[in-house]
């Protein structure tokens, strides 16, 4: 899973317990760029988040130090949504509305949670931005869905990857 990369274990904001094997706190929320316009991606839609604009999400990541590593980051789309777990079998192979809920009940988060215990039933911000447009993408693990429909000042959370 998550094509062999290494991920937090909680969001950012929240913090693993090995005593009760739990994350535990609230996660925290970040904007994906101060602005709804492509200054956080290079100057054009449908680029990563690169650092170079005043981006919450890039920071909270690219400043972490977390396990003697220091090269966190952003997941883009694939990566995240390789963590999406829809417990009634279903699989999902495109963007909104393509989701758990489309093949009936699930349970919510649709994360794997025994290996993010604790996992907040929210939103994710992702590395990508909308193509053509001036939107951030991001995983909604309440539902299990891919969407670029929100701009880049809401304020979602973070799992950082290296």
Not at 8 to 18: F, I, S, V
Not at 53 to 77: F, H, I, M, Q
Not at 112 to 125: G, K
Request: proline share 5%; net charge negative; charged share 15%.
């Amino acid at each position: 899973f998550g094509a062999g990369h290494m991920w937090m274990k909680c969001p950012q904001g929240m913090a693993y317990d090995a005593t009760s094997e739990t994350c535990t706190g609230t996660n925290s929320t970040f904007q994906y760029c101060d602005a709804d316009d492509n200054s956080c991606n290079g100057g054009s839609s449908g680029n990563p988040l690169d650092g170079n604009g005043n981006s919450e999400a890039w920071d909270t990541c690219d400043n972490l130090s977390y396990a003697g590593y220091t090269d966190w980051r952003v997941p883009n789309k694939e990566e995240l949504t390789s963590l999406i777990h829809c417990s009634n079998g279903h699989v999902v192979t495109g963007d909104y509305p393509d989701q758990c809920s489309l093949s009936g009940i699930f349970d919510s988060p649709t994360i794997d949670t025994s290996l993010f215990p604790n996992f907040p039933e929210t939103r994710f911000w992702t590395s990508v931005s909308e193509p053509g447009g001036g939107n951030g993408c991001l995983v909604a693990f309440d539902d299990g869905h891919y969407t670029c429909n929100y701009t880049k000042t809401f304020q979602w959370s973070v799992l950082c990857v290296r």
